[in-house]
């Protein structure tokens, strides 16, 4: 079975209050209603991480609804880089997982 070719990949940071909030459900059935691959998970610093694969459209369409997130968080910056296909790794293989807290 081939791997599936994605014509852009990025990680996100998302700060502010993200954390107690959703905000890693949110952002799964987000990027599964895209088609995307990926990752997302809380992290130490309170802030949530996250890796998109798929359609560039469809990547750029969900890196924007980053911004408003689920309806009790409060985004006040988010962070967005390319990034490559290793950095989808953690998923072994799923389509789009919620990984535990770094």
Request: glycine share 10%; proline share 3%.
């Amino acid at each position: 079975m081939n791997a599936p070719v994605h014509e852009r990949i990025v990680r996100a940071v998302v700060r502010g209050r993200v954390q107690g909030v959703g905000y890693r459900a949110w952002t799964e059935r987000q990027a599964l209603a895209r088609g995307l691959f990926g990752w997302v998970r809380n992290r130490s610093d309170g802030s949530v991480e996250a890796v998109f694969a798929g359609d560039a459209d469809n990547v750029a369409a969900m890196a924007e609804s980053l911004m408003r997130g689920p309806a009790n968080s409060r985004v006040s910056g988010i962070e967005i880089v390319e990034a490559d296909a290793v950095a989808l790794n953690a998923t072994f293989g799923a389509r789009f997982v919620v990984l535990p807290s770094v």
